[in-house]
């Protein structure tokens, strides 16, 4: 079993970084095409169903799901493949004690 480390799913996770996200854009883009031909009609919940299912349908392909595993290095197992991408935002260099006496956090 494998877990992921604190604060890395964003990165990690292959069906949320290649699949998920691009199902979300691709529906925008069906759902967007469909109602400026249609002078922005109101869905209803059968058509919203048949978008979600084109982009679904467009999206999660065998090769993007490998694809995910490969680059986020869950299969194969790739400690490297993340490198850079799980940073943190800000860096601690030093705390230090400011002439009041309380704690000063200085970042790089």
Request: hydrophobic share 35%; glycine share 2%.
């Amino acid at each position: 079993m494998i877990t992921l480390p604190s604060h890395t799913s964003h990165a990690l996770q292959p069906l949320d970084v290649f699949c998920f996200k691009p199902v979300k854009r691709t529906f925008r883009k069906v759902r967007d095409a469909v109602m400026s031909k249609n002078n922005h009609m109101e869905p209803n919940k059968i058509t919203l169903a048949r978008w979600v299912d084109q982009a679904i349908n467009q999206t999660f392909t065998n090769k993007n799901i490998k694809v995910g595993f490969k680059a986020t290095g869950v299969w194969p197992f790739n400690p490297k493949a993340m490198d850079n991408k799980t940073q943190p935002l800000e860096i601690y260099t030093a705390t230090s004690i400011n002439k009041h006496g309380s704690n000063q956090e200085e970042y790089t």
